[in-house]
């Protein structure tokens, strides 16, 4: 029996609570983990790169643990939550944000292994994350995030497969925290733009074909925003437990709530556009001379 407002309406902090992050080695999980920390709570850091979160949890000192795991290894990610709750006494907080973006490639040209790598991580990665914390999360009547991407809104031309995975990762924390919410749990989707990130510069910056893709979204979709402000903005969501985070807002907010009109739109102009029909070709090329 829930006592006084429902869970999704009391504020969240995360003083004294044990927080769980996934790709916290670097960019948004590292700099998430840096916040949770400052306001209190302990952390698990959990990454493939085990020398990243060593560093990353020598830096915190205390209240942090560093576990080294693969998110698509789903048997690891159960030993990562057993570590975990026998080492702080329990779990509080989940935010699945692991993820990897594949070389550009249409459905026509990319690899098999390239498709299932990125779904591995990206989509069942948050699955094999999530499902082994779900008692714990019950148990504390706590919070999970799934960080999706503005992606899942918008048309996947060159990059399906990551704008699938995220699509995906929209749908299982909608279910979830749907689920969540008859034991006092909650559950929230965290949404970006573009992100400055080490991913970011590899994908968009440091290939032709990724600044021609980063060329074709107009302003203020194309904005920027730092891995800080991304972290600040999950931050701040989980403390109101809030079924969604979208960040940078502007632009990002109203393509969400107006998606269903607007993909019709867009998925037309697209189709009809000459640039990226040059896009598609260059890409292809690319793979097939």
């Not at 749990?185 to 990130?197: E, M, N, P, Q, R």
Request: aromatic share 4%.
């Amino acid at each position: 029996m829930t006592i006084g407002a429902p869970p999704g309406r009391r504020p969240y902090h995360v003083n004294g609570k044990v927080a769980l992050i996934t790709g916290a080695a670097q960019g948004i999980g590292r700099e998430l983990a840096n916040i949770l920390h400052a306001r209190g709570a302990s952390v698990a850091l959990v990454d493939i790169d085990g020398e990243g979160i060593a560093a990353a949890a020598a830096a915190l000192g205390s209240r942090a643990l560093p576990l080294a795991a693969d998110v698509a290894d789903r048997e690891a990610m159960r030993r990562v939550i057993t570590e975990t709750v026998d080492h702080f006494g329990c779990l509080n907080l989940v935010v699945a944000n692991a993820g990897v973006v594949p070389r550009p490639a249409t459905l026509r040209t990319i690899d098999g292994r390239d498709f299932d790598r990125v779904i591995d991580i990206n989509l069942t990665g948050v699955f094999n994350t999530v499902r082994p914390a779900i008692d714990h999360i019950v148990t504390a009547r706590g919070h999970v995030v799934v960080v999706s991407s503005c992606a899942a809104f918008a048309p996947g031309m060159a990059g399906a497969p990551y704008m699938i995975s995220k699509a995906g990762v929209e749908q299982l924390g909608r279910a979830l925290r749907v689920e969540l919410s008859p034991f006092g749990a909650t559950a929230g989707v965290a949404y970006f733009g573009i992100v400055d990130t080490a991913m970011t510069h590899d994908t968009l910056d440091g290939d032709e074909l990724g600044r021609a893709l980063d060329e074709l979204l107009p302003w203020p979709l194309s904005r920027r925003i730092t891995a800080a402000q991304a972290a600040h903005a999950v931050a701040d969501g989980i403390e109101q437990r809030a079924p969604r985070t979208i960040a940078p807002a502007k632009g990002w907010n109203a393509y969400a709530l107006l998606r269903g009109a607007v993909n019709v739109v867009l998925d037309t102009r697209l189709t009809r556009d000459p640039r990226v029909h040059d896009l598609v070709r260059a890409v292809e090329a690319r793979v097939r001379p």
